[in-house]
């Protein structure tokens, strides 16, 4: 639990600077989506069918639930691709100058 807390607490000062830079810190936004859905997939949702949801899982599940629904609403995903998917892919090493 305070692994969790403390990723949150890291992730806070990001959020802000996101008010000023939306889209440079869209990577951070499209990450907490990210493991937030795959929290779901692999924590809660077999904790859900088994029936052994506890008052802190309720608690996590609800707060990622509203992360899960709203952040595709406002995320600008023709950016998302056209950045981050169909962007041609950049060199890891500048070349040489006699190349």
């Known amino acids: 639990m305070g692994a969790q807390f403390s990723l949150l607490a890291a992730l806070s000062p990001f959020a802000l600077l996101g008010l000023?830079?939306?889209l440079r810190l869209l990577p951070?936004?499209?990450?907490e989506f990210g493991?937030?859905?795959l929290w779901f997939g692999f924590v809660a949702a077999p904790l859900y069918a088994d029936g052994r949801m506890t008052e802190g899982a309720w608690s996590n599940a609800?707060?990622?639930?509203?992360?899960v629904?709203?952040?595709?609403i406002v995320v600008p995903w023709r950016y998302v691709w056209s950045s981050y998917v169909a962007a041609p892919v950049e060199r890891w090493r500048a070349r040489p100058a006699n190349a």
């Open 28 to 31: 951070i936004v499209l990450y």
């Open 62 to 67: 609800l707060a990622c639930f509203v992360a």
């Open 20 to 22: 000023r830079y939306p």
């Open 35 to 37: 493991w937030k859905l």
């Open 69 to 72: 629904v709203l952040t595709p």
